[in-house]
């Protein structure tokens, strides 16, 4: 038996840190979580990408009493997809509001989340970068494959 040792490289900055643009993309973000509807989670996420064409899309996540919702992540993704076929995703910002802040710890995409993302990851044929957004620090993954190193390939 071998032993195998997965490590992903996540950068750690505050928002004063970010580029001018990155900004943009984290602020949309923080944005989106008011067109949240988590009436039954209170988990209001937002999420915001930058398209490869310059275009900025955001998403939210949405609930429903069978609990059949959809995440942020997706939301954009999927609204990119149908508005912009074709045309790669560069860069995904998340963060989530509850309990009348945002979240202390940055948030991750949930694993169906980075299943999607990495498809379309793939379909660009180049790193879609992933901020991670809390209250006071952001993790920034190089590529969404960073957030899932053993993932489903046959696609």
Do not use: W
């Not at 660009?124 to 190089?142: F, L, N």
Request: aromatic share 10%; net charge negative; with cysteine.
């Amino acid at each position: 038996m071998t032993e195998l040792n997965i490590t992903t490289k996540i950068m750690v900055s505050s928002y004063t840190e970010l580029t001018d643009d990155e900004k943009k993309l984290v602020d949309l973000a923080k944005e989106a979580t008011k067109s949240s509807y988590a009436p039954y989670s209170h988990f209001h996420v937002g999420a915001a990408i930058l398209l490869e064409n310059g275009v900025l899309i955001k998403g939210a996540n949405q609930e429903n009493a069978a609990f059949a919702g959809i995440c942020a992540e997706r939301s954009a993704i999927y609204n990119a997809g149908a508005n912009y076929p074709g045309i790669g995703i560069k860069k995904i910002a998340v963060t989530a509001f509850t309990r009348g802040d945002y979240v202390e710890e940055p948030c991750a995409p949930c694993g169906v989340c980075r299943q999607a993302l990495l498809e379309f990851e793939k379909n660009a044929g180049y790193p879609m970068e992933v901020y991670m957004i809390g209250r006071d620090k952001i993790y920034h993954a190089a590529s969404v494959a960073d957030l899932l190193p053993l993932c489903f390939k046959e696609f």
